[in-house]
């Protein structure tokens, strides 16, 4: 019963924002660990960001200053604020949960179909 589904994607130009969110049904956001991933043409899937139970969160060295992942408990939403977007950020984001405290593991349980995101120098 636990659905996923993102949505906020576009073509932005490098150096502009973009917000996904992620709206859940069937789970309660912050309960286990939530996360962004995302994956482009030719490379492996890379985790971008998480936040667990507790509201601690990680993020990927890359993406480290300049995204920002949070909990929004009233609308049951996860989202992931993007600034300075580069065009290597290009590729489709995902979310993702994992029944799992205090810890992410990065072996999710639960995956969005995913959102697009173009960047363009």
């Known amino acids: 019963q636990v659905q996923l589904v993102e949505s906020g994607g576009g073509s932005v130009q490098a150096g502009g924002s973009l917000r996904l969110s992620c709206t859940a049904s069937g789970y309660r956001v912050g309960t286990y660990c939530m996360a962004w991933f995302r994956q482009s043409p030719g490379k492996d899937r890379e985790g971008v960001a998480s936040v667990n139970n507790y509201g601690n969160t990680n993020y990927a060295d890359s993406v480290k200053g300049r995204f920002t992942i949070s909990l929004g408990i009233a609308k049951n939403t996860l989202y992931l604020q993007m600034n300075n977007l580069k065009p290597e950020d290009t590729a489709m984001y995902y979310c993702?949960?994992?029944?799992?405290?205090?810890?992410?593991?990065?072996?999710?349980?639960?995956w969005g179909k995913g959102t697009q995101v173009t960047v363009s120098s």
């Open positions: 993702a949960a994992e029944r799992r405290i205090a810890v992410c593991s990065g072996n999710p349980n639960y």
